[in-house]
């Protein structure tokens, strides 16, 4: 019962360096998010995506991609690594529809330092 | 500008004591409020949600209150317990166009003492 994937879990970088994080979940759902922890300020929404082949900016999107080729993954790009982007990562899902009522699904987190 | 403040970083109670959780919110068009639960280097799991339109939620616990004229929820954990230690994320959720939108406060870190 995996629920939801990350990988890697772990990940140095120097700054210019490019990096992929991977997002899995086997749940079905349509809706898929990345989120940033930094501390005192919570988890900011990154990019999100509504369903294969949709992606949208969140409230903070720049330095990264994302992509949503397969309705189970949602990978995050870096493609020039900054020291600002030294974060938690977390990846996040969930059943789309009305009745939604704001529960995610998280993953574990992907601790990524920027030296 | 954050839109969901929990102005106390932490919080130390005594196993058996109450625990009472802040947050305060600033949009009044939000449609569900939530509790999210957080152990170190695992991922938040959601613990509590309650309605815009009631005033209280209770599961096991668990019960979180919502004071609309304040703009004020709380969560009450009673009784505590060394299991509750973690950090506590207060959200709330905003129905978009374009999707379903959750913001998180900065969370406050629960120490329950043995």
């Known amino acids: 019962n995996a629920g939801v994937t990350q990988t890697p879990k772990f990940r140095v970088l120097k700054t210019g360096q490019s990096m992929t994080l991977l997002c899995a979940q086997d749940?079905?759902?349509?809706?898929m998010y990345w989120y940033r922890q930094d501390p005192g300020m919570g988890l900011r929404l990154i990019h999100y995506s509504v369903g294969e082949g949709t992606t949208a900016k969140g409230e903070v999107p720049d330095g990264y991609n994302v992509s949503r080729l397969k309705k189970q993954n949602f990978l995050l790009g870096l493609e020039s690594a900054a020291p600002s982007q030294t974060s938690v990562y977390f990846c996040?899902?969930?059943?789309?529809?009305?009745?939604?009522?704001?529960?995610?699904?998280f993953g574990e987190g992907s601790r990524l330092t920027v030296l | 500008d954050q839109q969901v403040k929990q102005n106390s970083p932490s919080l130390s109670v005594q196993e058996g004591r109450i625990s009472i959780l802040n947050c305060d919110y600033t949009?009044?068009?939000?449609?569900?409020f939530l509790w999210y639960k957080k152990y170190p280097a695992e991922g938040p799991t959601f613990l509590i949600s309650?309605?815009?339109?009631?005033d209280k939620n209770e599961d096991g616990r668990f019960t979180v209150f919502l004071n609309k004229s304040a703009k004020h929820l709380s969560l009450h954990i009673v009784p505590s317990q060394p299991g509750d230690s973690a950090v506590y994320f207060c959200a709330a959720l905003k129905r978009t166009a374009s999707y379903d939108k959750v913001i998180f406060g900065p969370g406050t870190s629960l120490s329950v003492i043995p």
């Open positions: 996040a899902s969930t059943r789309s529809g009305r009745t939604y009522t704001g529960e995610l699904f």
């Open positions: 949009n009044s068009m939000f449609d569900y």
């Open positions: 749940m079905n759902h349509e809706y």
């Open positions: 309650i309605s815009s339109i009631k």
